[in-house]
């Protein structure tokens, strides 16, 4: 009997939360990768991540602050990838969503385990290197998972009157950016909605040109030659499709460090590329938390994949065999996990 083909799937901010804390001690205790993940932050004097992660309870000032969430968040998610059980499943391609890129760098073996640890780590600091601004998160899709073409193409002539830009195309959902003000302005342009728009805090204008000072503080420390070529195809954040004898290296870090950075993250793209062009048996979301399974669901509904064509079916399909795996979920884990 053959492998199961599977998509990598890496998360992006946001997913680590109260009832992630202690993820890494839980599911990665005594992992040598978190030793050298420790070692490298405390020779550069900050906080390692087992004390981060172990702390007595979930600090929403500290946990969430970029240069605190996003070396969590892409430590639980590439010590998840590490524990995939290799003997049952094969890798036919890897995506992420917005900062979860530099986890996929990772996982698809474009760039080392230390340097993508180094790229997360430098990145969850640069991220907080921006002009004012920050984002907000829409729902366009109903309680069928589906999106009204008329809302959607309303809501994006809002964002546009008042100069709010697309940050991320997350299925049944749209991230938008831009200055508080232009935010605070677009309640009052937007069409009837399932809810109202919900800012995240502590997040900037990301995937925007206002965050041309991080993208300018990431070419000048993290390195070309840090790249290579996916050892996997590798998914980027327009649904193009990295392969190995096609990638030119220094394409590669161009655009995590320009495009990636400063334009639309489309994770819906790299999801319809994703299930179309791999045809996987399964996709794997990594940890740490589940909160991207919802947009994954609303791309393979609105693709009808597998004759999952509404929420119902999704979620009764979830219980079975699920389709979408997702590694913060316990029983879901012992799926894949080795």
Same mark, same amino acid.
């Given at each position: 009997?053959?492998?199961?083909?599977?998509?990598?799937?890496?998360?992006?901010?946001?997913?680590?939360?109260?009832?992630?804390?202690?993820?890494?001690?839980?599911?990665?205790?005594?992992?040598?990768?978190?030793?050298?993940?420790?070692?490298?932050?405390?020779?550069?004097?900050?906080?390692?991540?087992?004390?981060?992660?172990?702390?007595?309870?979930?600090?929403?000032?500290?946990?969430?602050? !970029?240069?605190?969430?996003? &070396? =969590?968040?892409? *430590?639980? @998610?590439?010590?998840?990838?590490?524990? /995939?059980?290799? +003997?049952? $499943?094969?890798?036919?391609?890897?995506?992420?969503?917005?900062?979860?890129?530099?986890?996929?760098?990772?996982?698809?073996?474009?760039?080392?385990?230390?340097?993508?640890?180094?790229?997360?780590?430098?990145?969850?600091?640069?991220?907080?290197?921006?002009?004012?601004?920050?984002?907000?998160?829409?729902?366009?899709?109903?309680?069928?998972?589906?999106?009204?073409?008329?809302?959607?193409?309303?809501?994006?002539?809002?964002?546009?009157?008042?100069?709010?830009?697309?940050?991320?195309?997350?299925?049944?959902?749209?991230?938008?950016?831009?200055?508080?003000?232009?935010?605070?302005?677009?309640?009052?342009?937007?069409?009837?909605?399932?809810?109202?728009?919900?800012?995240?805090?502590?997040? !900037?204008?990301?995937?925007? &040109? =206002?965050?041309? *000072?991080? @993208?300018?503080?990431?070419?000048?420390? /993290?390195?070309? +030659?840090? $790249?290579?070529?996916?050892?996997?195809?590798?998914?980027?954040?327009?649904?193009?499709?990295?392969?190995?004898?096609?990638?030119?290296?220094?394409?590669?870090?161009?655009?995590?460090?320009?495009?990636?950075?400063?334009?639309?993250?489309?994770?819906?793209?790299?999801?319809?590329?994703?299930?179309?062009?791999?045809?996987?048996?399964?996709?794997?979301?990594?940890?740490?938390?589940?909160?991207?399974?919802?947009?994954?669901?609303?791309?393979?509904?609105?693709?009808?994949?597998?004759?999952?064509?509404?929420?119902?079916?999704?979620?009764?399909?979830?219980?079975?065999?699920?389709?979408?795996?997702?590694?913060?979920?316990?029983?879901?884990?012992?799926?894949?996990?080795?």
């Amino acid at each position: 009997m053959g492998k199961e083909t599977v998509v990598i799937v890496c998360p992006g901010r946001g997913t680590y939360n109260a009832p992630e804390l202690g993820y890494l001690a839980r599911h990665h205790a005594g992992s040598p990768w978190l030793a050298h993940f420790d070692a490298a932050r405390t020779a550069a004097g900050k906080p390692s991540l087992t004390a981060l992660d172990g702390a007595a309870k979930f600090d929403p000032k500290l946990h969430p602050r !970029g240069d605190v969430a996003a &070396p =969590l968040i892409h *430590a639980c @998610a590439y010590l998840d990838f590490l524990t /995939l059980d290799r +003997e049952r $499943f094969e890798v036919v391609a890897v995506t992420g969503n917005s900062m979860g890129w530099y986890t996929a760098l990772a996982c698809a073996g474009a760039v080392s385990g230390e340097h993508g640890f180094a790229i997360a780590d430098a990145m969850g600091v640069n991220s907080q290197r921006h002009k004012p601004g920050g984002q907000a998160v829409i729902v366009l899709a109903g309680e069928d998972w589906r999106v009204d073409p008329e809302t959607a193409r309303r809501v994006e002539a809002a964002c546009a009157k008042v100069g709010v830009l697309p940050s991320i195309r997350l299925g049944g959902m749209l991230v938008v950016a831009g200055p508080e003000a232009a935010l605070d302005a677009l309640n009052a342009e937007l069409p009837p909605l399932p809810r109202p728009p919900l800012r995240l805090p502590g997040h !900037g204008p990301f995937h925007t &040109p =206002l965050m041309q *000072a991080s @993208a300018d503080a990431a070419r000048g420390s /993290l390195p070309a +030659e840090w $790249f290579g070529a996916p050892q996997v195809p590798l998914i980027d954040g327009r649904g193009k499709i990295w392969r190995r004898f096609e990638t030119e290296c220094e394409a590669l870090w161009d655009y995590t460090f320009g495009h990636q950075i400063l334009a639309p993250y489309d994770f819906t793209a790299a999801m319809t590329v994703a299930i179309r062009e791999f045809a996987p048996d399964r996709l794997v979301l990594l940890g740490p938390g589940e909160t991207l399974g919802g947009a994954i669901g609303q791309v393979t509904v609105a693709l009808d994949w597998l004759d999952i064509g509404s929420k119902s079916v999704f979620s009764l399909r979830q219980e079975g065999n699920p389709f979408l795996v997702a590694m913060g979920r316990e029983a879901q884990r012992r799926v894949v996990a080795s």
